[in-house]
């Protein structure tokens, strides 16, 4: 299996909603990555995890959460959302945390979110 | 300030020719660069990575280039086919500081039949 898999895959929420979108992946692979991209924009990273540790957070606001509850999973928990928080949310994992990972970084689908 | 720059204009080729995209950078000092494809509302897809102590790296139909003294990489895809149509994304990772992938903002590749 060398998938990551993204769900759901559209997410609507408002603005007073309590969301998550789930992360898997089965290659084995000890890093893990939530990144955001907007319409025409690179993917820009939010947080890095490393062995189930918070290893790197992009100084992310606090109305995104995320958690690892293992090395299979990584979760990002939505509370308080704002309009301009509407974009392409992009899990991956690599073998290893950066700079080992030579064979690229593997990205889900994402999810498609819209905050109204 | 650090920058990643990429061709914002899409590239509109014929099929069969050889597709070359650029990826310019300023203030960085990569250790490696990456190019990925992204297809539209799907997750980028890990092409080629390309060390700063090598000129030239091949996969298949696929050349890439680093020159760490003009800062810049360059990307072919040679016997261009409508399937290879996707945006095309480089990234870099830095030496020191945050280990992480800084992407650039991709160029749009369109292969006429």
């Known amino acids: 299996d060398t998938e990551v898999t993204q769900t759901p895959k559209h997410l609507v929420m408002g603005m007073t909603n309590k969301k998550s979108l789930k992360c898997e992946q089965h290659?084995?692979?000890?890093?893990m990555y939530w990144y955001k991209q907007k319409a025409k924009k690179p993917p820009e990273l939010m947080f890095v995890?490393?062995?189930?540790?918070?290893?790197i957070n992009e100084s992310v606001p606090s109305r995104f959460s995320p958690e690892c509850p293992n090395s299979s999973l990584l979760n990002l928990h939505l509370h308080a959302l704002q309009p301009e928080d509407s974009a392409l949310y992009l899990c991956?994992?690599?073998?290893?945390?950066?700079?080992?990972?030579?064979?690229?970084?593997?990205f889900g689908s994402g999810t498609q979110l819209s905050v109204l | 300030s650090q920058k990643i720059e990429q061709n914002s204009e899409a590239l509109n080729i014929q099929e069969g020719k050889t597709a070359t995209l650029t990826c310019n950078y300023t203030?960085?000092?990569?250790?490696?660069l990456q190019w990925y494809r992204q297809d539209p509302g799907r997750g980028p897809v890990f092409l080629l990575l390309?060390?700063?102590?090598?000129k030239e790296k091949r996969k298949e139909r696929l050349k890439v280039t680093f020159d760490t003294t003009l800062k810049q990489s360059l990307f072919h895809i040679t016997a261009s086919q409508p399937a290879d149509s996707a945006t095309y994304l480089c990234?870099?990772?830095?030496?020191?500081?945050?280990?992480?992938?800084?992407f650039g903002s991709g160029t749009r590749l369109q292969v006429q039949p």
């Open positions: 991956a994992s690599s073998p290893t945390i950066l700079p080992a990972a030579l064979e690229g970084l593997f």
């Open positions: 990234a870099l990772l830095l030496y020191t500081g945050r280990r992480a992938l800084t």
């Open positions: 995890y490393s062995y189930e540790k918070l290893s």
């Open positions: 203030n960085y000092s990569p250790a490696y």
């Open positions: 290659m084995g692979h000890r890093a």
């Open positions: 390309i060390r700063e102590n090598e």
